[in-house]
């Protein structure tokens, strides 16, 4: 709640510079400390909203602050939708422990197996081959498959790194790849995601191993925070691989890629496949007469060619 300006209340309110969260951190303590027999402590959402409410108080913004608290506080915990403070660490001082034994590698990996699961080509139509994160020795491109790789932004500015542009530069098949990447600075960020996630999830599993019910409230707690990781994950990708770079002419060209989820839900090829129709460099519409009417517009630029 305080310890000069490193409580976890502290710290989210110097983000909204205002005395919020702290407020309703001081409220859930003093509903946590009865002693009484059977005494009902803790606080719920909208009896926290009512004491706090005031004349010129925006409580809306409370709101997000409970929930920052709820995924960052050791000691808070929910039971019967009230939230109360316990002298025993919580799901959340677990998933931090959990967070600290992964590593960096770890995490890459966990995002790797996502992005393959997200971007396994079905219809295997604008590519047929899927490389993620690889070293330039392990890319193999053939004659007939087209490969997308999935590769981590530059370290040293936004987009494709210096090293597949090179490869691409170099390599005989230059109709035959596809790259997509981002930004820089948005990857620490999916692999912090990645981490928080692997945690939970792993919480979770051993959760279930121990056979503790749905109905249990550190399980309750836990699930909310697996459905809102997730929800963070996905965004992150989102944010992180937003370019798509393909062949024209012997160079690379760039396209903007937005992937559309929806209950975490994504398709990636369909999401390609539409952009590269936008870039008129991929058609499923292949009757002869319409593709020689487009021959003729790109061939001959005039009425009459002399």
Not at 114 to 125: G, Q, R, S, V, Y
Not at 142 to 153: F, R, V
Not at 217 to 235: F, H, I, N, P, V
Request: proline share 2%; aromatic share 8%; charged share 30%.
């Amino acid at each position: 709640i305080g310890n000069n300006g490193h409580a976890v209340a502290e710290r989210i309110d110097n983000t909204t510079n205002s005395q919020d969260v702290q407020d309703v951190a001081k409220l859930i303590l003093m509903s946590s400390l009865s002693k009484a027999t059977e005494a009902i402590v803790g606080l719920s959402a909208n009896e926290i909203f009512a004491y706090l409410a005031s004349p010129n108080r925006d409580v809306t913004k409370i709101r997000s602050g409970i929930e920052e608290l709820q995924e960052r506080a050791w000691y808070l915990y929910k039971n019967n939708n009230k939230l109360l403070f316990r002298q025993t660490k919580n799901i959340v001082a677990e998933m931090q422990d959990e967070i600290k034994s992964l590593s960096r590698d770890q995490a890459k990996l966990y995002i790797k197996e996502l992005l393959e699961n997200e971007f396994e080509p079905a219809d295997k139509d604008c590519y047929q081959s899927l490389m993620i994160f690889p070293s330039i020795e392990e890319i193999k491109l053939g004659k007939t498959n087209i490969t997308l790789i999935i590769a981590e932004p530059s370290d040293n500015s936004d987009g494709l790194k210096q090293e597949l542009k090179q490869f691409y530069n170099e390599c005989e098949y230059k109709n035959r790849v596809m790259f997509l990447t981002g930004q820089k600075n948005v990857m620490n960020k999916l692999l912090d995601t990645g981490k928080k996630v692997k945690a939970i999830n792993n919480i979770i599993d051993r959760m279930k191993e121990d056979n503790v019910s749905d109905r249990d409230s550190e399980m309750k707690q836990g699930l909310e925070l697996q459905d809102k990781t997730a929800t963070r994950l996905y965004s992150s990708l989102r944010e992180t691989f937003t370019t798509i770079y393909y062949p024209r002419a012997d160079v690379l060209k760039s396209a903007n890629l937005i992937m559309k989820f929806s209950q975490n839900n994504f398709n990636a090829e369909k999401e390609i496949r539409q952009t590269l129709e936008k870039e008129m460099k991929f058609t499923t519409d292949i009757q002869p007469k319409k593709l020689r009417n487009r021959f003729e517009k790109v061939i001959f630029t005039r009425e009459r060619m002399t």
